[in-house]
């Protein structure tokens, strides 16, 4: 099996269709599925998601994008937001300079919330970071020196130095569909010395289909070319591909249940 470590399915996107979605990716042979919260004020809809479907997780948080937008939460709230069984991680945070949707200062205070959150709930934070390597780094060290924390950059498109921080702070990065992209030459670039265990692959669904299927909508089946490309990156087998990455999965989000039983079948193309 494989798993998409990061989706969206309470989006809009995927109302008309979700069970057919749902239904696609096992197909496919994802066995789990991540779906991530963006609103504090929306997460009814993404538990909802992962209460509906036996290999749906979830997550809390609030995305940058979102920091002035959402009513500040302190990291207290997210920990007992935590507590329903479905809910195995926290995020998506971060930083994003790239849009400035949300002032820095109210994003960095977003991001440092979601982190102490993650020191007093012992579950992974899911980090968001664009064109901001620089504070990432700086808030991660500084962080991690008030205890430490468990997280992943998810979506990696940033450079090799913050990498190389995310292993040597044993942190995880997750790889989307960007790794597939052309012109993405200098993001495999960085991750070439990211060792197996600790790369995830994600879709970001519905955003950022991987080739061959860009321009369309992206759903978690497609995280299977993602999954082949990374693996020629790694220049390793597709299979040692997913069973690492699912493996690394289990091991970081360990409040997820693995899925026992006959593993998921692959289909045909997807």
């Known amino acids: 099996m494989i798993v998409d470590s990061h989706c969206h399915l309470d989006f809009p ?9 749902v239904e696609r ?10 779906t991530i919260c963006t609103h504090v004020s929306r997460f009814p809809g993404v ?14 948080g609030i995305h940058p994008h979102e920091a002035a937008n959402e009513a500040e939460v302190d990291a207290e709230t997210l920990v007992r937001l935590t507590e329903n069984p479905r809910v195995v991680g926290l995020g998506e ?6 849009y400035d949707n949300s002032p820095r200062e109210a994003q960095r205070r977003s991001f440092r919330a979601h982190l102490a959150a993650g020191r007093l709930s012992g579950l992974p934070v899911v980090i968001h970071t664009r064109d901001a390597d620089a504070d990432t ?6 962080e991690r020196e008030k205890g430490p924390f468990k997280a992943l950059l998810h979506c990696f498109s940033s450079g090799k ?4 921080l995310a292993v040597e702070m044993g942190l995880y990065v997750s790889m989307s569909g960007i790794v597939t992209f052309p012109k993405a030459e200098g993001v495999r670039t960085a991750i070439a010395d990211v060792p197996l265990d600790r790369l995830l692959v994600e879709t970001d669904a519905p955003f950022l289909a991987p080739t061959p299927k860009r321009g369309k909508r992206n759903e978690p089946a497609l995280v299977v070319h993602t999954a082949a490309k990374l693996a020629e990156v790694k220049g390793v087998a597709v299979e040692a591909l997913w069973a690492a ?3 690394n999965f289990f091991a970081l989000f360990d409040k997820c249940a693995r899925p026992t ?3 998921p079948q692959t289909g045909g193309p997807v």
């Not at 996107?13 to 979605?21: E, H, N, Q, T």
């Not at 130095?161 to 190389?164: P, Q, R, V």
């Open 47 to 60: 538990l909802a998601m992962a209460e509906r479907f036996a290999d749906v997780w979830c997550t809390v």
């Open 25 to 34: 990716a096992r197909t496919a042979g994802v066995g789990t599925m991540l």
């Open 137 to 142: 780094a700086a808030i991660l060290r500084e």
């Open 261 to 263: 039983g006959p593993a």
């Open 13 to 21: 996107d995927f109302a008309p269709d979700i069970d057919a979605v």
């Open 245 to 247: 990455t699912t493996d």
């Open 161 to 164: 130095d913050l990498a190389d």
């Open 93 to 98: 945070t971060g930083l994003d300079y790239f």
